[in-house]
């Protein structure tokens, strides 16, 4: 997990009708062992201070403020990545990116997503006798085998990538529909992205394209209406289930169509929020209604602020909830990651980590049930003593426990290399402003929450970090080279372009 920190959080290091067909529902009796059931839930694009309980000045997330004082909640949790596919193949991997293949976004027209030999949570889970769905945004591969039905989800909901990629008949408030290329001067082979003018986008029910395009108005009600269907359907067979419910929020465009009185940007965002704490406070109560005892939900975010390793882009909102099991109304300082997660899972699961491969993330389960709190941290955030501010701790390979954080516990290292552009890459390809740092920009984040005033390179705090957090990244750099590495596959082939009706331009099949 350590890792974690050394690879995502150091800027420029990394390459920056209701039905069920496929699930068996009609087992008799319940598993011998009484294994708890998993709900977790994605936000994408949701800052930290966007949820109330992290920032008093937020007052749109009435039901997941409701949850936190009911469950424990995270301050220094992050995401594995500040882009859409690579957090959510980390998540369902609890490797890194350099380590599962998934280093950028699949596209519209991707023939490939999450390398095959990588096991997703799902299917341990689903190895070891757990029914498995997945509502929402998928982002890991729509074609043949990279379907969320073959890589261990019995049931799925949901739209292949980001609800931006694609026409849609209601576009949202601030995202206008179908947005064409900027034209330049430039030949068409320079584009680095796919932009979306025709296709519209699908949404499947399992292998099935049941609408194109999908309504984005009504699209946070259906994935509430499938999730509580799932839950109470898995909750009445007796088996235990996993529910990964990812959602299209905060992401562009925000399709709310209710808006209250206030100045317009915020009432559209805040909007947007209030959408997404209603889609999973029914979630919450179908959980509390069908099997409160033994559910285990966990909130989180995706990748807040795109394409950045500032604070911004990877630090997110984070809460459990597990009545009788995780305390209550308790603020967990630890440091941990959505990488955590597959582990965590699988350990409480009662099932085995995939072999012949190492992950970034750790079991943390005692952080969960209040036996312990560091987590990846030496010490805590504030833990320090005064006359101890400024110390940390290099963890050596032959003393560094897994997981552990082997050189940061106050520190962000920020740095673009000098083949590593530091700027958006337009839709015609064009690049923003360039930003190379020979020395990399490192920050105190206990005394500079913003990360607006670097340590000075030649004051004796940036000399002190500086070498002992290149060694580390060396040795980190030297694991992830001998570890199982998989590769994606990232050509693209406008044939395998989801599309229900390919007579029509625009391919679309309105629901039934």
């Known amino acids: 997990m350590g890792w974690l920190f050394l690879k995502v959080l150091l800027a420029g290091v990394s390459f920056s009708g209701f039905l069920y067909p496929l699930v068996d529902f009609c087992i008799s009796g319940k598993t011998r062992d009484r294994k708890p059931n998993f709900v977790i839930i994605l936000a994408d694009d949701m800052g930290w201070g966007d949820l109330g309980a992290n920032w008093a000045e937020t007052k749109d997330t009435a039901n997941l403020d409701k949850m936190a004082s009911e469950g424990m909640r995270f301050v220094d949790f992050h995401a594995a990545a500040s882009t859409c596919s690579p957090s959510r193949a980390s998540l369902l991997t609890g490797r890194l990116g350099l380590r599962n293949g998934v280093t950028h976004n699949f596209a519209v027209t991707s023939v490939g997503g999450l390398p095959l030999n990588e096991t997703t949570l799902a299917e341990v889970l689903q190895q070891a006798g757990y029914i498995t769905g997945m509502i929402g945004k998928w982002h890991l591969g729509h074609h043949g085998s990279y379907h969320p039905n073959f890589r261990g989800f019995d049931y799925y909901f949901g739209i292949p990538y980001s609800h931006d990629m694609g026409c849609t008949d209601t576009p949202g408030y601030n995202h206008p529909p179908c947005p064409a290329c900027p034209q330049g001067d430039g030949p068409s082979s320079n584009l680095q992205r796919d932009c979306y003018t025709d296709v519209a986008l699908p949404l499947y029910e399992n292998l099935n394209i049941v609408e194109q395009p999908v309504n984005l108005s009504s699209l946070a009600q259906k994935y509430a209406e499938k999730a509580t269907q799932f839950i109470q359907q898995a909750s009445t067979s007796g088996r235990p289930f996993l529910l990964y419910v990812a959602l299209a929020h905060m992401h562009v465009p925000l399709p709310v169509t209710q808006l209250p009185a206030a100045p317009r940007g915020r009432r559209l965002y805040g909007a947007g929020l209030r959408e997404m704490d209603g889609l999973v406070g029914q979630i919450k109560d179908k959980v509390d209604h069908a099997a409160k005892e033994n559910t285990f939900l966990w909130f989180t975010g995706g990748s807040p602020a795109k394409q950045t390793t500032w604070e911004g882009g990877h630090r997110v909102p984070a809460l459990a909830y597990w009545p009788g099991r995780v305390p209550v109304n308790v603020t967990s300082t630890a440091l941990l990651s959505v990488l955590d997660i597959f582990p965590t899972v699988v350990a409480l699961a009662q099932a085995s980590l995939p072999q012949g491969r190492r992950f970034d993330g750790v079991d943390v389960s005692e952080v969960l049930f209040g036996r312990s709190q560091p987590g990846h941290r030496v010490s805590g955030r504030g833990a320090v003593p005064p006359q101890q501010r400024g110390s940390w701790r290099v963890w050596s390979p032959a003393d560094r426990p897994p997981g552990a954080l082997q050189s940061l516990l106050r520190y962000r290292m920020k740095r673009c290399f000098s083949n590593i552009y530091c700027g958006a890459r337009a839709c015609d390809g064009s690049i923003g402003p360039e930003l190379q740092h020979k020395l990399p920009l490192i920050f105190n984040l206990e005394d500079d929450t913003a990360e607006a ?50 007579y029509q331009i625009a391919c679309r099949c309105q629901a039934p």
Do not use: H, M, W
């Open 453 to 502: 005033v670097p340590l000075e390179r030649g004051g004796a705090e940036y000399q002190a970090v500086l070498p002992k957090v290149r060694e580390v990244l060396a040795d980190v750099l030297q694991d992830i080279a001998n570890d199982n590495i998989s590769s994606a596959d990232y050509t693209q082939d406008p044939s395998v372009t989801p599309c229900c009706n390919p």
